[in-house]
């Protein structure tokens, strides 16, 4: 079995590739332009675990095979799959940031014809080529629904109106440009699995936290690790703060309650994804999300848990740069999620020592990055992603 990787240079990509070279003998074919680095330098920060540059790190694993192109150029995906003829496309790659696609205009164009471009190419790419049986499994984001007040589904709503009755797909509500990349995938993805009918799969990612996985730890080849305002994910960035010694920021009142996944749940539900058989039934969708966190919650149990690293960790509230419901109890059904993980492998608390526990041995380098913990103006040494490719 040969499987394409897109995004393999990145946070969840490098850890999946590994654990797909551990777990397959063929190849492994992994996709990046290394985009998520430029990203990063853009916004005056750097990952807090140092990171090997991208060549030194593929040639270091036997059976992966690097690849350096922009998927969202249509001939260079062409390419790709007619070479390679994978018979699982796992596609990870993205511009995956709310708050960046959300600084000005020209980030929210770049991140949503980046992103689409690369999901479209993908998936005619794959029909262009006679590829009709390679199972895609592309991962979204469970930032497309939005804060509805129900349980949300893992699929689509049963509607009953005026007498008829019919599963239709749920609303896409996202709150940022970049969330609604994802809904536009989704869409495109429904489209093209009635029109081309091959099989599909989608992981619709909560927040994801998490550094090391064994994989990562036994090559000495560690993943990203970002915890700027841009490009952290919440729980990772809240982890930095203790360790620098800076307030841990929440915004507002802190009791929305936001979705969240191990890094060890999230590669490992990937990659049982990528060996398994698609059910043959439409898209199989699936809620990758272990429970949802209030943000209050979260910020507490990160303070209680550093207090093991000798870390005073102080929680503050300041006002809410972002327009959301501060009381939202969200709650997500993740059955078909839990299925196919076989049961939660890391738990937050678990996550967070181990989190805690790299950090504090990069403490001085995340504290002369402590700026890039609250939203600014990016720095601009050179021009960005999105002003590159236009020329």
């Known amino acids: 079995m040969t499987v394409l990787l897109t995004g393999a240079d990145g946070y969840l990509g490098w850890p999946t590739a590994l654990r797909l070279s551990d777990r397959l003998d063929e190849r492994i074919v992994c996709v990046d332009n290394f985009a998520r680095r430029s990203w990063v330098e853009e916004s005056g920060s750097v990952s807090a675990v140092p990171i090997h540059e991208p060549r030194e790190r593929f040639k270091s694993v036997g059976n992966l095979s690097l690849v350096e192109g922009d998927l969202a150029d249509r001939e260079f995906v062409t390419q790709v799959l007619d070479t390679h003829e994978p018979d699982v496309v796992l596609h990870a790659a993205a511009q995956p940031s709310a708050p960046y696609s959300s600084i000005n205009g020209e980030r929210a164009l770049y991140t949503q014809q980046n992103n689409v471009s690369m999901n479209l190419n993908l998936?005619?790419?794959?029909?262009?080529?006679?590829?009709?049986?390679?199972?895609?499994?592309?991962?979204?984001?469970?930032?497309?629904?939005?804060?509805?007040?129900?349980?949300?589904?893992?699929g689509g709503l049963n509607v009953e109106r005026k007498g008829g009755r019919d599963e239709v797909p749920f609303p896409a509500m996202g709150g940022s440009w970049y969330h609604q990349t994802k809904s536009f995938?989704?869409?495109?993805?429904?489209?093209?699995?009635?029109?081309?009918?091959?099989?599909?799969?989608?992981?619709?990612?909560?927040?994801?936290?998490?550094?090391?996985?064994?994989?990562?730890?036994?090559?000495?080849?560690?993943?990203?690790?970002?915890?700027?305002?841009?490009?952290?994910t919440v729980v990772n960035r809240f982890c930095a703060q203790a360790v620098a010694g800076y307030p841990i920021t929440v915004y507002g009142k802190g009791e929305q309650r936001k979705p969240m996944v191990s890094l060890e749940d999230t590669i490992e539900s990937l990659v049982r994804l990528v060996e398994s058989d698609h059910s043959g039934d439409g898209i199989d969708i699936y809620n990758q999300v272990t429970r949802p966190v209030a943000i209050d919650d979260l910020a507490e149990t990160i303070a209680e848990v550093g207090e093991e690293f000798d870390l005073d960790a102080e929680v503050k509230?300041?006002?809410?740069?972002?327009?959301?419901?501060?009381?939202h109890k969200m709650e997500m059904e993740n059955d078909a999620f839990l299925d196919l993980l076989g049961g939660q492998r890391q738990t937050l608390e678990e996550g967070i020592r181990d989190i805690l526990s790299a950090l504090v041995e990069e403490r001085e380098r995340i504290a002369n990055h402590e700026d890039r913990f609250l939203p600014g103006v990016l720095t601009e040494p050179q021009r960005s992603v999105a002003s590159k490719r236009a020329d």
């Open 123 to 154: 998936l005619h790419g794959l029909n262009e080529c006679g590829l009709n049986d390679t199972h895609f499994i592309e991962t979204t984001t469970t930032g497309i629904y939005g804060a509805p007040h129900f349980p949300i589904p893992e």
């Open 185 to 232: 995938d989704a869409a495109n993805m429904r489209l093209a699995e009635s029109q081309f009918e091959f099989p599909m799969s989608e992981v619709r990612t909560a927040i994801v936290y998490g550094t090391e996985t064994p994989e990562t730890e036994a090559y000495d080849l560690p993943t990203r690790f970002d915890f700027d305002y841009y490009f952290g």
């Open 317 to 327: 509230h300041y006002k809410n740069p972002r327009e959301e419901d501060e009381e």
